[in-house]
């Protein structure tokens, strides 16, 4: 099987005794039984299925040894915002700006329309050092070569990485740093999910407050470590929620009928990085420009 991201795949099957008395059409409805007779004949008279090499029509009578290859075309992947803006770039790394409701990297039916896929298409050798959700936007990071991103994975505890959100309720102080450990919780679609579990991993974000609206609050958030959804759960773990977030309530835990972690509603920007050069060594400090719901007065 030849596949390359969501371009589509050619599945060969080598045809054994079994088709033996066979059409094309009758050997793949009952061998391949995961699609209905109707969905193979639609395959044939797309001219997606070849018997050794010639497309098949769904009459030829089959023999042993001969050899049926399924062209399976790519699926419609969903439209997301997919322009990026270089934000720092050098030999060794470029920082990018992603926009909210663009993957990071492809997976859940995103392969072209990823970050990583737009940034390779430039960069051939770009690897990214760490991940945003879909629905958060900002600054991502990604290293040009292997020795590069071994050495930027090495001292990734160093990097400092300000985040800047929006939570639901006026917030009653200026700063406060949270620990609540992270771990899988039950979710009615998808099983678990991590969310606010005392029996999970140690977590440490700081928050602070900068500017009280009529909506909400404005915080920064300052990521000591990097657990899955670190900020929602911290701040749901608090009492503050993020304003428009449609899995996570008060406690941490999921509000009733819970979305999919990557469902947007809610502003949360990666907004700053700052990390010490992994060849020359000097300081450097990538900012991403704020969505407006985030910008203070």
Avoid at 3 to 20: E, I, K
Avoid at 67 to 86: C, F, K, M, N
Avoid at 215 to 240: K, M, N
Wanted: proline content about 8%; charged content about 15%; glycine content about 10%.
């Amino acid at each position: 099987m030849v596949n390359t991201q969501n371009q589509g795949y050619s599945f060969r099957h080598a045809l054994g005794p079994s088709a033996t008395g066979h059409t094309t059409l009758t050997y793949l409805v009952e061998r391949f039984d995961h699609s209905s007779p109707d969905q193979w004949l639609e395959r044939l008279q797309a001219n997606q299925i070849r018997l050794d090499d010639s497309i098949a029509t769904g009459h030829e009578r089959l023999k042993p040894g001969g050899i049926l290859i399924w062209d399976r075309p790519g699926w419609a992947e969903q439209d997301v915002p997919i322009g990026y803006q270089v934000l720092y770039q050098d030999e060794f790394l470029i920082a990018v700006h992603k926009p909210s409701g663009l993957p990071t990297l492809p997976g859940a039916g995103f392969y072209q329309n990823t970050l990583l896929t737009q940034v390779q298409r430039a960069y051939s050798t770009a690897k990214p050092l760490h991940r945003l959700g879909r629905a958060t936007s900002g600054v991502v990071l990604f290293a040009l070569d292997p020795k590069t991103s071994s050495t930027m994975s090495k001292f990734w505890g160093e990097v400092h990485k300000e985040y800047r959100t929006i939570v639901q309720g006026k917030m009653q102080f200026q700063s406060v740093g949270i620990q609540t450990p992270i771990g899988l919780i039950p979710h009615p679609r998808l099983g678990t999910i991590y969310g606010a579990n005392p029996m999970g991993k140690s977590s440490r974000s700081v928050v602070r407050v900068l500017q009280h609206k009529d909506i909400g609050t404005v915080c920064s958030v300052e990521l000591l470590t990097g657990r899955p959804h670190q900020i929602r759960i911290h701040l749901a773990s608090i009492g503050y929620p993020l304003l428009g977030d449609p899995v996570y309530e008060h406690g941490g835990g999921i509000v009733e009928n819970p979305g999919l972690p990557g469902d947007a509603g809610y502003f949360l920007h990666a907004h700053r990085i700052h990390f010490k050069h992994p060849v020359r060594g000097d300081s450097i400090l990538v900012e991403a420009p704020l969505p407006e719901p985030l910008t203070i007065n």
